[in-house]
């Protein structure tokens, strides 16, 4: 397999057309996929690198700021680490991550 065997071409073809594309759990069709793997080494990454969306993915990231705020979790703790990760799974995989008790949504201007 020597660089002129054409074996790297599919791989440039996907980043050169869009991208990688993946059946997002959340959104039930497929749609781009994520460039990387979040927590490499976690099963839980690789999960979400095969199965969710680059716009499943910013829809969490809004919903674990608002954790975070809520719950004023410091992620340097390993129990705060670990309930982000149930709170991920949950929302990709599971029932989907609740909302914390008492929990109000901003009100939008307008």
């Known amino acids: 397999?020597?660089?002129g065997s054409g074996?790297?071409?599919?791989?440039?073809?996907?980043?050169k057309l869009g991208g990688r594309k993946v059946f997002c759990v959340k959104f039930q069709r497929e749609l781009g996929g994520l460039d990387e793997?979040?927590?490499?080494?976690?099963p839980l990454g690789q999960k979400i690198?095969?199965?969710v969306s680059k716009d499943a993915w910013k829809l969490w990231v809004e919903h674990m700021k608002m954790l975070m705020n809520e719950y004023r979790l410091n992620l340097g703790t390993a129990e705060a680490q670990e309930f982000?990760?149930?709170q991920?799974?949950?929302?990709?995989?599971?029932?989907?991550?609740?909302?914390?008790?008492?929990?109000?949504?901003?009100k939008t201007k307008g």
């Open 1 to 3: 397999m020597g660089c």
């Open 49 to 51: 690198y095969e199965n």
């Open 84 to 86: 982000l990760l149930k």
């Open 7 to 15: 074996a790297g071409a599919p791989v440039f073809e996907q980043i």
């Open 88 to 106: 991920m799974d949950d929302y990709f995989f599971g029932e989907g991550a609740a909302l914390p008790p008492d929990y109000v949504a901003p």
């Open 37 to 42: 793997i979040p927590f490499e080494g976690h």
